[in-house]
């Protein structure tokens, strides 16, 4: 495993280094020390590589991931995996705001709380929270998977199209256009494959399922008031 | 009645026009608001209301077709290890691939490319081929993020984060059902047919401090390499300005009330934001003011129509300018040719902008196969060219009437006011006076 002193060496390098890497290297284990709440860890990653952060994070750790698995052994802030396109990224802490945003594909683990707007704009990625999400969370979610193994906030998936949100505990209110659904037999088999590989030991049978009205699809004037 | 005693005629109510009229009973019929593409139609100050002084006793002119005037510019200077050069100062706006028909996406590409510039992506997403057909292309990071990834990122030449657009200041984009095709709802992520509301703030980042983190992350992401300019619409331009600078902005691109979008509210268009003009001289003042002035290069977009808008735009302090609706026009937007076409939508050539319905006859704001394969794009690029080329030659002609041998080198000083209005959004004379409103010392 190669060590990384972020304060030490600076921002820059760390990136330009996980950024050079491929599959062919034999540097495919990397650990970034006194990462010291610093903005844009490990963001821009292409290749399979793991790269485990002793520390909590500032902004965007982890930003427009691809291939790689980044594990922060701590919290992190606003926009971790955001624009992540694939890997996995998992957060032993708490997460802060729009953890996950705009996502395309990939897997985040958080395994303490995630703030508001948890997968805003996701448009495939799939977020297993263990613990609670804020307000707001899965706003205009476009595809992919938001499994809440706590509580949801206010508004949840409002003006939501076509990602699935599965909540274990209460959800506060639901947002514009978001309804509980059936939890077919699909949902569970998805549900216990994401549970298992976010390391949670909850039981797919005790979520509830929610998702689009698709009353907001196409312009309703009758419809206008509900916002 | 005793048909001898004169009447009363008819007045029409210039509150209640026909066409305010029209407009209340078609509201009251279908419950929506209009929506419709373009910028602003409505009598705005302009760069009408400038005029150059052109040279005299006091300044000597160059000779128009002998003596040289440079038109070049180099964008991104501040940060980016590899800035951007142009042959010339006008610049191609972000417009969608779904707004615009993949023909007119890569006549844009050909055409600013032949004429030596710049062309952008839009809400949506880069297509292979717009990027194959352009020298050199800007890639428009939106509140939407549609289609966003970050090996389209890293081919672009320069990353523009859209903050604010001219003809919808604190709005979102639009895209409605008709237009969303396979193609287009695939890139977007998106159910075919819907009526896409896109969001109109970023999804990660609310205010100038997490502004100056995200340019950082992409900064990371990009390796520094490229420059990345942010676009504000024509609100608060001096405000606006300053904190784009302050959050890492290589380049700033000011949006004023003309500039035009592919579909929005009517209400929105013609009520929110502020002329073009007005917003120059504020926005140029922040730079100034930070000491940043040509360090961050400022373009200009909004009702930029011909050479002299080019020049009277830099003569105020900008470095560049960007077109949108003329180039679709030069493409062949609102071709009279295609008259009876217009009149069949209920429209004319030159006021058709449902550009939102799919069905341009021009084939350039459409997703239909066979409306869009109207558009030649090497024809329609070759038109973009010789536009661009013209636009060029004018602003030329301006600089050298004014004794300048770089376009970059006119000033305020060579320009006047026709109207009052304008010398105060301007900050440039009264025709004819030393004098315009606000002026420093002269106490009003």
Request: negative net charge.
């Amino acid at each position: 495993m190669l060590t990384y002193d972020l304060e030490a060496e600076g921002l820059r390098g760390l990136n330009s280094s996980l950024q050079r890497q491929t599959i062919d290297t034999n540097q495919n284990n990397w650990e970034v020390v006194n990462p010291k709440g610093s903005h844009a860890i490990a963001v821009g990653l292409d290749a399979e590589i793991e790269v485990t952060v002793r520390g909590s994070t500032g902004y965007y750790c982890g930003g427009m991931n691809q291939q790689a698995t980044i594990h922060v052994e701590g919290s992190v802030g606003p926009g971790v995996a955001e624009n992540m396109m694939s890997g996995v990224i998992i957060v032993d802490g708490d997460a802060s705001q729009y953890a996950g945003a705009t996502g395309h594909g990939g897997l985040l683990v958080v395994k303490g709380n995630a703030s508001s707007r948890c997968g805003i704009s996701m448009k495939g990625i799939d977020i297993v929270v263990h613990g609670n999400i804020g307000h707001m969370s899965a706003f205009m979610a476009q595809a992919g998977n938001l499994v809440v193994c706590g509580d949801a906030g206010d508004a949840l998936g409002d003006s939501l199209y076509e990602a699935w949100l599965f909540v274990r505990g209460s959800v506060k209110s639901l947002g514009t256009d978001c309804i509980e659904k059936e939890m077919r037999q699909e949902h569970i088999a998805l549900l216990q494959d994401l549970l298992a590989r976010a390391e949670s030991d909850a039981k797919p049978e005790d979520f509830k399922r929610y998702g689009s009205a698709r009353q907001l699809y196409n312009f309703d004037v009758d419809s206008n008031t509900i916002y | 009645m005793d048909s001898k005693i004169p009447r009363t005629v008819p007045i029409q109510s210039a509150t209640f026009t026909k066409e305010v009229n029209a407009e209340i009973r078609r509201a009251a019929a279908t419950g929506i608001y209009d929506i419709r593409g373009g910028g602003a139609k409505r009598r705005v100050p302009h760069f009408d209301d400038l005029l150059f002084l052109g040279a005299s006793v006091s300044r000597y002119p160059l000779e128009g077709y002998r003596e040289r005037c440079n038109t070049s510019v180099t964008l991104g200077t501040r940060f980016a290890k590899n800035p951007i050069k142009l042959d010339i100062p006008i610049t191609i706006a972000g417009m969608s691939f779904g707004a615009l028909s993949g023909q007119a996406k890569e006549a844009l590409g050909r055409g600013a490319s032949s004429a030596g510039t710049s062309t952008t992506t839009g809400d949506g997403g880069m297509t292979p081929e717009e990027r194959d057909h352009s020298t050199k292309l800007v890639y428009q990071y939106l509140p939407s993020r549609y289609g966003m990834n970050p090996n389209d990122l890293r081919k672009a030449d320069a990353i523009e984060v859209v903050v604010g657009q001219g003809a919808k200041p604190g709005g979102g984009g639009m895209l409605l059902g008709q237009k969303i095709s396979d193609r287009v709802a695939h890139m977007r992520t998106l159910p075919k047919g819907i009526d896409q509301r896109s969001a109109c703030r970023h999804p990660d980042w609310t205010g100038p401090d997490d502004l100056e983190i995200k340019l950082l992350e992409l900064r990371e992401i990009t390796n520094w390499e490229v420059p990345i300019y942010v676009k504000i619409s024509g609100t608060r331009p001096y405000f606006d300005t300053a904190l784009a600078v302050k959050a890492g902005a290589d380049v700033v691109v000011l949006d004023g009330m003309q500039g035009g979008t592919a579909a929005t509210q009517d209400v929105f268009i013609e009520h929110v934001g502020i002329p073009t003009l007005a917003a120059i001289r504020p926005a140029v003042g922040a730079l100034q003011d930070l000491g940043v002035h040509r360090e961050v290069q400022l373009i200009v977009s909004g009702g930029v129509r011909n050479g002299a808008d080019v020049a009277k735009a830099m003569a105020l302090g900008a470095d560049a300018v960007a077109i949108g609706t003329a180039a679709l026009i030069a493409l062949g937007d609102n071709d009279p040719k295609w008259e009876a076409e217009y009149q069949n939508l209920g429209s004319t050539a030159g006021a058709y902008d449902d550009w939102h319905e799919g069905l341009d006859p021009a084939g350039i704001t459409t997703q239909d196969p066979e409306l869009a394969a109207r558009l030649d794009p090497i024809d329609a690029a070759r038109r973009l060219r010789n536009y661009l080329k013209v636009m060029t030659l004018e602003a030329q002609t301006i600089a050298r009437a004014c004794g300048h041998n770089d376009l970059c080198n006119l000033e305020p000083e060579d320009l006047c006011a026709l109207t009052v209005e304008a010398a105060a959004m301007a900050q440039v004379p009264l025709a004819g006076t030393e004098w315009y409103p606000g002026k420093p010392g002269t106490g009003y």
